[in-house]
């Protein structure tokens, strides 16, 4: 598949930079891909699957074979802040 990008975070708490590779697009469908924080070895896989329902659109999210159990729970709060977040944004609009 291909495709790359980095993020950058960077609060008063954390500062670190993301790296991800694309591995499978499906328009409208699944997104997949792999991720490395800071270079530390852990290369973890998301999927994320889009899926028309009544109220519009239910998003799913699969992230895992962490190593660490600080990995685990680190990105447990931080997605749990990105869906909370895309929560109050979409029923803002």
């Known amino acids: 598949?291909?495709?790359?990008?980095?993020?950058?975070?960077?609060?008063?708490?954390?500062?670190?930079?993301?790296?991800?590779?694309?591995?499978?697009?499906?328009?409208?469908?699944?997104?997949?891909?792999?991720?490395?924080?800071?270079?530390d070895g852990e290369e973890t896989l998301v999927t994320v699957n889009f899926e028309s329902d009544d109220n519009g659109c239910k998003v799913s999210l699969t992230h895992g074979e962490f190593q660490k159990q600080e990995s685990f729970d680190n990105h447990s709060f931080?997605?749990?802040?990105?869906?909370?977040?895309?929560e109050k944004k979409l029923g803002d609009g």
Not at 78 to 86: A, R
């Open 78 to 86: 931080g997605w749990g802040n990105y869906f909370d977040g895309l």
């Open 1 to 39: 598949m291909g495709g790359h990008y980095r993020l950058y975070v960077e609060t008063p708490e954390y500062t670190g930079m993301m790296l991800a590779e694309y591995k499978e697009i499906v328009p409208n469908e699944k997104l997949v891909y792999t991720r490395e924080w800071n270079d």
